[in-house]
DNA sequence: TGCGTGACCATAATACAAAATGGTCACTCG
DNA sequence: CGAGTGACCATTTTGTATTATGGTCACGCA
């Protein structure tokens, strides 16, 4: 696993310091295990042996904290994504790995490490950081898949790029931001399906 | 307005009877000014002069009540809808106005009668018949227009009716269902547009 | 007989005091 | 000077005693 804080939300003090990399493995630990909201900042310091206060020498607040644990793991999600999709050559069959590992990516999430989906959902309803750079990187992805397909032949090339991709990332929302997707998760790996299908009439040339 | 309690929900007693429309007079009142939570059985019972007792010779539940009062409502937006594309002969455009209209009485109810959409979200939510129903309503339309769509040979006919009705109302759901319209309020018309484009797109002979 | 109800119960909502938590800062110590 | 902290405060959260509410039922009365 990369270290991958990628927007690098509010800190303090240098940016590279073990202590930090303490607290946000103790953090990760913690959060994972018994949530955001049930894990104190006291508790974070007494994992690592120091003062509550020195805490707020590294992060600006516990929500900070928060970030960085929702960004890695977005972005442990985010690299099984483009692990799905890099080396298969046609742009349809990349969009419907993508759509499919979303979904199985987030399914797991959601099933198999609830605590963490709760932050991202937090994190989406409150629009940190963290989902809203999740969902450009997708949204980015959705770009390249459809600018390499247009350029090999295997899309229609007169609907705007810039519509085009949005209206497809708008398809997929319902299955990436963490907030809709629960209530998605019955047939969600069905929809993934099917949609890719649809998407991809849509962009037959 | 009709009267259109379509699924008829757990009812008691005769299912014509004055006081029965007293109840749901006073229900469509109370509920819309104050909300369901914060009105009580007894309330309504109040309201129209009878005991609360008496409210259960005509009705199941409190949430019995309830879903009449959503079923109403969602009546009217269904028949607004089907206003909407009626008299329109080509598909792809009846296509375009049901999911304009669906947005617009969407967001209407969520600004403008906020203490029913709340009902209406905790109906999809607890999966009452209510939204269930709506959203049958909705796909039959759905099947309607590409039908009539693929005879007038402005749809394509390849793809399996049912998988194209089914991947065209995953679409539109995130704008439909309560529950995740609140979500997709910002930003709301202008998807609406795009996905109906895309999936015109893909509907494409 | 059938419309209508007061009294009743289990559970849910509310109110509110007490405890816990996020966050700050002046300060110590090496 | 800089790593590290105890004491402190305003705001939330929690535990709980109390009230309100959904729902039933045996009964009254025309």
């Known amino acids: 696993m990369m270290k991958a804080h990628t927007p690098a939300p509010q800190l303090r003090g240098p940016s590279d310091h073990d202590v930090r990399d303490q607290i946000v493995e103790a953090a990760t630990k913690y959060f994972g295990r018994y949530g955001y909201g049930k894990t104190t900042v006291s508790d974070l310091a007494k994992a690592i042996g120091f003062s509550k206060a020195y805490i707020y020498k590294f992060f600006d607040s516990k929500q900070a904290i928060g970030e960085v644990i929702c960004s890695n793991r977005l972005s442990t999600i985010m690299a099984t994504v483009d692990e799905a999709v890099t080396g298969v050559p046609a742009a349809p069959e990349r969009l419907r790995r993508m759509f499919k590992a979303l979904v199985e990516a987030g399914s797991y999430l959601f099933f198999h490490d609830r605590k963490l989906y709760d932050i991202a959902a937090t994190s989406a309803s409150e629009s940190w950081p963290s989902v809203g750079a999740y969902e450009e990187h997708l949204k980015a992805l959705v770009l390249q898949i459809v600018r390499d397909g247009r ?12 519509e085009t991709v949005n209206a497809i990332y708008l398809v997929m929302r319902p299955y990436i931001n963490p907030l809709l997707l629960q209530h998605n998760l019955d047939n969600a790996a069905d929809a993934a399906t099917q949609l890719s299908s649809l998407i991809l009439r849509s962009l037959a040339p």
């Open 151 to 162: 350029e090999l032949g295997e899309f229609e090339r007169k609907t705007p790029l810039d």
